[in-house]
């Protein structure tokens, strides 16, 4: 009987490992298939972002392999550009001269700045992913995959189960000193040279009023992109006096 029981526990515990696997694969092959993800080497999204109440505004993303990724967006008259070349960030605000991002910044940035996404070859990139049951997303069940990243942080990936793409994230962001858990909806899949791209991203901070809107217009990948996109903004040209 011990030996049964001993049989059946590491049964599971195979299964489980393999369970996780096989949603992975599922969920690689529902975006396109890893030839085609790895594929690519740039992309653009353009489109409009909408935070709280104000009006949308023009919003744009430029990324590279090598966590080298470029955001710029105008929000309530305001205008914004975020940048990392996977290594360093910086910050304009207003087109005043460049600021160099902080930490958490830094850490919110590079978190989106991988083109492949957590789970695409998560064992080499020291990432480990663990399925936790399903819950409802959206009134669909999805699974709920919990990703713990070489740098220790943890976010959960919901991967729709029927159609095994990616419908929700959640995680934790920092601003500041202080740290808040953050989630995401995915929506209005579309192909882009044989990829499928959400054109919609809903997101809010739990227990804030915070909430963002992306609607992406147009997605472009691999286009020419040097990568002095990615480095540290000159200082603005001084205003020549009359």
């Known amino acids: 009987m011990k030996r049964i029981a001993l049989f059946l526990i590491m049964f599971t515990v195979s299964s489980a490992a393999q369970t996780v696997d096989e949603v992975i694969a599922k969920a690689i092959a529902a975006r396109g298939g890893i030839d085609r993800l790895k594929a690519i080497q740039t992309q653009r999204l353009t489109g409009s972002i909408t935070i709280g109440d104000h009006e949308p505004g023009p919003f744009m993303v430029e990324m590279k392999r090598g966590g080298k990724m470029r955001q710029e967006m105008t929000v309530g008259g305001q205008n914004a550009v975020r940048i990392t070349d996977g290594v360093g960030g910086w910050k304009i605000e207003n087109n005043n001269d460049a600021a160099q ?3 958490g910044e830094l850490k919110n940035m590079a978190g989106g700045a991988d083109i492949d996404g957590p789970l695409v070859d998560y064992k080499a990139k020291g990432n480990q ?7 409802k997303v959206d009134g669909n ?8 990243q070489k740098d220790g942080q943890i976010r959960h990936d919901y991967i729709d189960a ?7 994230w959640q995680g934790e962001i920092e601003a500041g000193d202080k740290k808040f858990v953050a989630e995401s909806f995915f929506k209005d899949y579309r192909p882009v040279d044989g990829v499928m791209y959400h054109h919609l991203i809903e997101s809010d901070t739990i227990g804030t009023p915070y909430k963002q809107k992306l609607v ?5 990948v691999n286009i020419p992109l040097d990568d002095s996109v990615f480095w540290k903004p ?3 040209a001084p205003t020549p006096q009359k």
Request: proline share 3%.
């Open 234 to 236: 000159l200082p603005s």
């Open 101 to 103: 991002l902080d930490a």
């Open 216 to 220: 992406f217009d147009k997605i472009e």
């Open 129 to 135: 992913v663990e399925l936790e049951g399903k819950e």
């Open 162 to 168: 029927g159609s095994y793409l990616e419908v929700k």
């Open 141 to 148: 069940d999805a699974y709920k995959l919990k990703i713990t």
